[in-house]
């Protein structure tokens, strides 16, 4: 029998990726998700990227820069194939691989035991942002981006770093991480200067030290890298969108996965412990630290601590540099096989089991999607708007935008939703004063002629519409209210 032949260390490796699988398993919750599928559909109807938005009431005909419509396409691609069903499987194992590519670029002494703990940690601390996102596409190119760079810095081989134009070529069109490829090769150029710069200062240097041709070879791929993004449908707006996004104040103030790690909450407690082990591990661990790791360490240990949404790029980052401190302190020998009639019985009902949760547990989520849709998102209340046809303007929730816009566009179209670059910090800023029932709310759906209100029952509109005499609620849930101008 083929497990015969396993070895305890094999028998680890892949009871922990089936048990990671199994963790990313889980319902389609992302508010964006919805207009990312719409936006697939729509194209693959009208054979074109779209440029402006056709989407919301209040901002029609404005500029968008649609920077993941492939994602979107390769989304409604996978949901025309196999439903929500596929889409979960699918993204399931893009975040996987992620993790796999992480675990691979470890040091072969620390896998697969210190290793191994350092990826269920550095997995359990990004729990919190998994999802159905074309985030976790641009999070497996950049572990690919780490992988191959990592490899080329060990071997020196030009096989792995050649497909990096390529690689951004797709990741273009895939998802604005691009730039996060460009920064990583760059870091990898500054640390592989001042590694040759200590070894000019050193009397012996160390056999692995980058000679310059190698650095000029990386400037060369960084160079082709850039000329390669520039093979988009928006051109040179591309480059300056993830600038653009980053100094938005009113994103970095309104849109939860843009704020830091709030370290009070249960969900993001294994970060805290994933940074306090990286910590320790570099003050206790026999191995040093190369100047480029430590680059990576502190591009992304920020970016971290600034937003939670980049919080599992950093520990892609990290699990490689975590897992060689923690393998030099902690030597685990064990290379017995698998023999006997204990471990020859044992080994595939172990497997088997694990399969058979996984499989389970999938069905489950996907028979479960209906329930998590209708506790998430305002299911109820729509389904009485498609029912009904109330006529007249929708005044929308922020983070429902996305889902009417799958559900009941064009009929409704919204006045908000999670695609905050189009709106724009001022607009921002006046929706969430209406949202608050700040003064002037009555106005600023005056003159979007707003017929219809959706919102949350304990939010501050919904309890200015109860005291208003012009509103009467036409329909309520324990998840959303209606409101319906008399």
């Known amino acids: 029998m083929i497990t015969m032949r396993l070895t305890i260390r094999q028998v680890f490796s892949t009871l ?12 389609i919750a992302d508010p964006d998700f919805w207009w990312h599928l719409r936006t697939g559909q729509l194209i693959v109807q009208t054979h074109a990227i779209p440029h402006t938005d056709s989407f919301s009431l209040t901002n029609k005909g404005k500029p968008w820069l649609a920077h993941e419509w492939l994602s979107e396409l390769f989304m409604y691609g996978l949901y025309k194939l196999g439903s929500y069903g596929l889409l979960i499987f699918v993204f399931s194992l893009i975040i996987t691989g992620a993790f796999l590519l992480a675990y691979l670029q ?18 359990i601390a990004t729990a919190p942002t998994w999802g ?66 200590k070894a000019e200062h050193q009397k012996t240097a160390p056999p692995d030290v980058p000679t310059l041709k190698s650095i000029l070879i990386l400037c060369a791929v960084l160079g082709c890298s850039i000329l390669t993004t520039l093979a988009n449908p928006n051109g040179l707006h591309i480059l300056l969108y993830p600038f653009q996004t980053l100094k938005s104040q009113a994103m970095q103030q309104f849109i939860q996965e843009w704020f830091s790690p709030d370290f009070h909450q249960l969900e993001w407690q294994p970060l805290a412990w994933f940074i306090l082990a990286f910590i320790g591990a570099g003050m206790l661990g026999k191995k040093s630290i190369s100047p480029t790791k430590i680059l990576l360490t502190l591009f992304f240990g920020y970016a971290a601590l600034r937003s939670m949404r980049f919080v599992p790029l950093f520990v892609i980052a990290a699990i490689p540099i975590l897992a060689e401190e923690i393998g030099s302190l902690v030597r685990i020998q064990s290379e017995v096989k698998t023999q006997g009639w204990l471990l020859k019985w044992i080994v595939p009902i172990l497997l088997a ?6 499989g389970l547990r999938f069905v489950q989520v996907v028979h479960g999607q209906s329930n998590s849709e209708a506790e998430t998102f305002p299911k109820a209340a729509v389904d009485w708007i498609e029912e009904n046809q109330p006529k007249g303007n929708l005044f929308n929730s922020y983070g429902w935008g996305g889902y009417l816009i799958w559900r009941i566009y064009p009929q409704y179209p919204v006045y908000i939703d999670g695609r905050a ?8 800023y006046a929706y969430m004063d209406a949202y608050r029932a700040q003064p002037g709310w009555e106005q600023a759906l005056d003159e979007q002629a707003v017929h219809l209100v959706l919102v949350e029952p304990g939010s501050g509109l919904a309890s200015a519409l109860l005291q208003s005499s012009g509103w009467e609620i036409v329909y309520e849930d324990q998840i959303s209210v209606i409101f319906e101008r008399k």
């Open 421 to 428: 670059d189009i709106y724009g910090d001022k607009f921002i």
């Open 353 to 358: 089991c694990i399969v058979l949760v996984a």
């Open 106 to 123: 470890s040091p072969q002494e620390s896998r697969p035991y210190a290793a191994g703990f350092t990826l269920l940690l550095g997995a």
């Open 132 to 197: 159905v996102r074309p985030q976790m596409i641009s999070l497996f190119i950049t572990s690919l981006f780490l992988f191959l760079l990592d490899r080329h810095r060990t071997e020196r081989k030009l096989i792995y770093i050649v497909p990096l134009p390529l690689i951004t070529l797709v990741w273009v069109n895939l998802h604005a991480g691009y730039f996060l490829g460009l920064a990583i090769v760059a870091i990898y150029i500054l640390g592989d200067l001042i590694d040759l710069l």
């Open 16 to 27: 922990l990726f089936l048990g990671l699988f199994l963790m990313t398993l889980r319902p």
